[in-house]
């Protein structure tokens, strides 16, 4: 069993920056293939960005591509969303997730499939205008 911890949402203010972090109590971090996914309110959730196990892979949401960058620490167990330019649409709750078995190929499936092994409870970002 994987816990999935998300840090870092708060209120901010539109045109700022924000960075999230969700640190995983597992000590086999680095076989995980993380991603991050939001939900708005009154919305479906949807992918966000994904990330391979070592971190050398990543892919993005097509809407969300030169604002928001994930990354990794499997030092520290950990997995970063920093989000730029921040906009009232980006009002959601964001959650991190792992899926065990994607090879840095496959990450991509992540934005059509939401079938991850394990979730975060989540945390809210409040974008104000």
């Known amino acids: 069993q994987v816990q999935l911890v998300e840090s870092g949402g708060g209120l901010v203010q539109a045109g700022t920056s924000l960075r999230l972090s969700c640190v995983a109590s597992t000590s086999t971090f680095s076989r995980y293939a993380m991603g991050w996914f939001r939900q708005a309110p009154g919305k479906e959730r949807e992918f966000v960005a994904a990330i391979s196990r070592r971190g050398g892979t990543t892919y993005y949401a097509d809407s969300l591509k030169g604002r928001f960058t994930i990354s990794r620490d499997n030092a520290k167990n950990t997995v970063y969303l920093q989000m730029n330019s921040l906009k009232p649409e980006d009002t959601a709750v964001y959650y991190c997730?792992?899926?065990?078995?994607?090879?840095?190929?496959?990450?991509?499936?992540?934005?059509?499939?939401?079938?991850?092994?394990?979730w975060g409870k989540g945390t809210l970002v409040t974008v104000s205008s």
């Open positions: 997730a792992a899926h065990g078995t994607l090879t840095a190929q496959a990450i991509g499936t992540m934005s059509t499939s939401g079938d991850m092994d394990y």
